[in-house]
């Protein structure tokens, strides 16, 4: 099997040329890449990439995730976001590839307190969830087969992330505020890359006729619910435990409404998603997004 993975340098795509090697052959691509197109500004190339490989598998892991950079140039969040991930899924259909995407609880309203489910009423509040939206919507009036993982709230060991700056800010000030009215639940790049890599080897496992019930629209994020206030009072509770002789400052971690910090792009409240239907599809069990954060913080408390 040959799988054309784009976006790998980034937090998921660098996860997901390790679950994906025992699956095939893996060609990852970034927009720095010299030998085939992965970039995401030039649609029409990155076509011509697909054209070239004859991939079975096409997995998207590249986008505009800059949020509030979005708001000033949303040309470019559309172009990455929607023109060319509708171009490879024209690709994926000529070829007859299955395309893997990235989406986002940005595409709903983040209003209320129940998880959000796959088919519920989309109405995204910036344009990062517009894009993203339209983007979807692309991949879907392509007719190409397809599994869209909406998750949220996404971290990595790897480079820069919610709890670094959480931990280095405690070594550093008495007293931290953070958001306590935004809910949704940490979710690792390692298990977003690790389940998309289960649900692959299903669907491709399935005879042609049986593939369409198994593929389509998920919600992938860890099990359970935080706000960023419990996420950072989580993050430094088990560092204090992990590094007691480290020289912890911070005395309080105060909770405080999404107005206490402007920003250009208005973020949902309610970034719950559900996920029984990627469980069920799949015969998985998400873990509680405790148990990322806290090996994730072991690695990092480990090496540093």
């Known amino acids: ?26 060609m990852a691509l970034d927009r720095h890449s010299t030998h085939a197109c992965g970039d995401l500004s030039r649609p029409e190339e990155l076509m011509h990439t697909v054209r070239n490989y004859k991939p079975d598998v096409i997995v998207n892991a590249a986008a505009h995730t800059a949020v509030d950079k979005a708001e000033a140039e949303p040309e470019m969040a559309r172009l990455l976001n929607a ?102 639940a940490p979710t690792g790049a390692d298990l977003i890359a690790d389940v998309t890599a289960q649900a692959l080897r299903q669907v491709l496992a399935l005879p042609a006729t049986e593939q369409l019930q198994h593929t389509g629209i998920f919600h992938l994020v860890a099990a359970g619910q935080t706000s960023w206030h419990g996420y950072a009072s989580h993050v430094i509770e088990i560092a204090k435990r992990l590094r007691p002789e480290s020289e912890w400052r911070v005395q309080e971690v105060a909770p405080v409404p999404s107005s206490a910090f402007v920003t250009a792009a208005q973020r949902p409240h309610n970034s719950r998603l559900a996920t029984a239907r990627l469980e069920a599809s799949f015969g998985l069990r998400m873990p509680t997004w405790q148990d990322g954060v806290e090996r994730m913080l072991a690695e990092i408390l480990s090496s540093s």
């Open 83 to 184: 023109t060319a991930p509708a171009a490879l899924a024209e690709a994926a259909q000529q070829c007859g590839a299955l395309f893997v995407h990235y989406s986002t609880d940005y595409v709903f309203n983040g209003e209320g307190q129940v998880p959000w489910q796959e088919s519920d009423t989309t109405a995204p509040l910036n344009v990062y969830g517009q894009t993203k939206r339209e983007g979807e919507l692309a991949i879907l009036k392509s007719g190409c087969q397809h599994l869209i993982f909406r998750t949220s709230w996404v971290y990595a060991s790897r480079g820069a992330n919610f709890a670094k700056t959480m931990l280095r800010l405690a070594g550093e000030r008495e007293r931290l505020t953070v958001i306590d009215d935004q809910f949704g």
């Open 1 to 26: 099997m040959k799988i054309l993975l784009l976006g790998k340098n980034g937090q998921v795509g660098w996860e997901l040329q390790r679950s994906l090697a025992p699956l095939g052959e893996v």
